[in-house]
């Protein structure tokens, strides 16, 4: 079938390659309870599941009428190779887990804090595909698996308010610190059997971490009827370290990165006052 690129070039296109068939599931559980009549602590329990295969269909037919997903072809004139792998079904496997925690109070007076930290971890993560061609990829045969298992995040913030002068709410300070640190892990490996097989020899891996450290603070301050002005800033330390990518037999880091960011805010508004 004869088209047009996403650069608006000529191209043919083969058959459909992401024809998926997929089932996920999906489960939360929040808990929380009241440790004083000011204190809540709470607890999210996350769980996500999906199964999922990939089939592909080939607009191609020999002379006899059976579809081509392979080899040499030759159309209008113009002789083609196709890779065992341009019209690639796949498998995938995915079991992540989520937990989520905080402290919080809420007392209305003087003084609030609130502690948050969140985990995300890819429990399972497995993609299957095979390197031999369909038909005979339809039964098995060589193939690679994408293991990501390690992939994941966790955060954590502690958060806290200040209102001096409370009976006049003149000011309401806000101040915090934030934490995050994430984490890419994936191995491809060889395999004998795509759709069953287990993971052989290496065939290329992919590693890094990036990590955040930040703090903040501002103050809202009504200096005067109707009008409110809020000044702050948050100071921000990134990081991004082990980092490497391999192939059969050898890899290689990247060189460690570190940037500091300081964006400051001030901001006026105006509120009238009902009549």
């Known amino acids: 079938v004869a088209g047009l690129n996403t650069t608006n070039q000529p191209w043919l296109i083969l058959g459909a390659g992401t024809q998926y068939r997929t089932q996920q599931d999906h489960a939360k559980i929040k808990l929380a309870y009241d440790i004083t009549p000011t ?27 059976n579809p081509v997903y392979s080899g040499n072809v030759n159309i209008g004139g113009m002789r083609y ?33 609130e502690l948050a930290a969140s985990l995300y971890d890819y429990g399972k993560d497995i993609t299957r595909a095979p390197t ?8 098995g045969g060589a193939g690679r698996i994408t293991d990501m298992n390690g992939t994941g995040w966790h955060t ?28 890419l892990d994936t191995l491809v490996s060889d395999t004998s059997n795509w759709i069953a097989g287990s993971a052989g020899a290496r065939r290329s891996a992919f590693a890094g971490k990036t990590e955040m450290h930040a703090i903040y603070a501002q103050d ?11 000044l702050g800033g948050r100071i921000e330390h990134w990081q991004a370290f082990d980092g490497s990518i391999s192939n059969q037999t050898t890899t290689l880091g990247y060189e ?13 508004s105006f509120q009238a006052s009902p009549v």
Do not use: M
């Open 39 to 65: 204190l809540r602590a709470s607890y999210t329990l996350g769980w996500w599941q999906n199964d999922s295969v990939s089939t592909v269909s080939s607009y191609l037919r020999n002379a006899a009428g």
């Open 81 to 113: 190779n196709l890779a065992n792998t341009d019209l690639n079904p796949s498998r995938g496997d995915q079991e992540h887990w989520l937990h989520g925690l905080s402290l919080k109070t809420k007392t209305g007076g003087e003084w609030d804090w």
């Open 132 to 139: 031999v061609a369909v038909p005979t990829a339809l039964s």
């Open 156 to 183: 954590l913030d502690l958060r806290g308010q200040w209102r001096p002068g409370l009976a006049q709410g003149q000011h309401e300070v806000s101040f915090g610190y934030h934490y995050d640190r994430y984490v």
């Open 220 to 230: 809202a301050w009504k200096f005067v009827r109707d009008w409110k002005l809020t």
């Open 256 to 268: 460690e990165r570190n940037e500091t960011f300081f964006s400051p805010k001030a901001a006026p």
